[in-house]
């Protein structure tokens, strides 16, 4: 079984090698010096590898890969390859489009009053578009929008703070069921506070 002192102490040879923890999972040591955690499953049967992460510093610890091991475990007893879907993952992220994108096709795309559309651009536009819109969805947190919703709030616009949460919230909606990974920042933003 491994430890933080045994994973320290590993040294680079000649070629990749490997040593075990338990349940399945491994290092890997590459001839460069990197260790990388690793888990071979079988699934539909075929062979597949996941890595999860490189330990050491901007990496993964022991603990944290024990844990993706365990969700990586119930993904196989569910007859999913979690190789694949960490690669789905990273190509969403990669692939993912901006607040900026989505809440214009949410504003051209939603069923809504012409005039609440009338409405909700205008804001979207002042308040939404300079701070969030060429940010990806997933770097937008609650703190975020709940810095812009206080600073709406402090100029005398509580009426305009909700606006804002709710166009945050309605557009979060609807690059979720479009199939974005996403928390939605409005869930954690009470307009009862913008008093």
Known sequence: MLTDTKLRNLKPRDKLYKVNDREGLYVAVTPAGFISFRYNYSINGRQETITFGRY???????????EQLNDAKKMVAAGKSPAK?????KARVKDAET??????????????ADSTRDMRRPIYERELKPKFS??????????????????????????TAVHV?????????WAVERGQKVENPAELVRPSCFC
Do not use: S
Not at 56 to 66: D, F, H, S
Not at 134 to 159: C, S
């Open 99 to 112: 607040f900026g994108a989505w809440a214009e096709k949410w504003l051209r795309g939603y069923q809504m």
């Open 85 to 89: 879907e960490k690669a789905r993952d």
């Open 56 to 66: 050491g510093v901007g990496g993964i610890t022991l603990a944290e890969a024990r």
């Open 134 to 159: 060429n940010q990806k969805l997933v770097e937008i947190t609650h703190e975020d929008l709940r810095a812009l919703t206080d600073a709406i709030v402090e100029r005398g616009a509580p009426a």
């Open 165 to 173: 949460r709710e166009i945050v919230m309605q557009v979060f909606r």
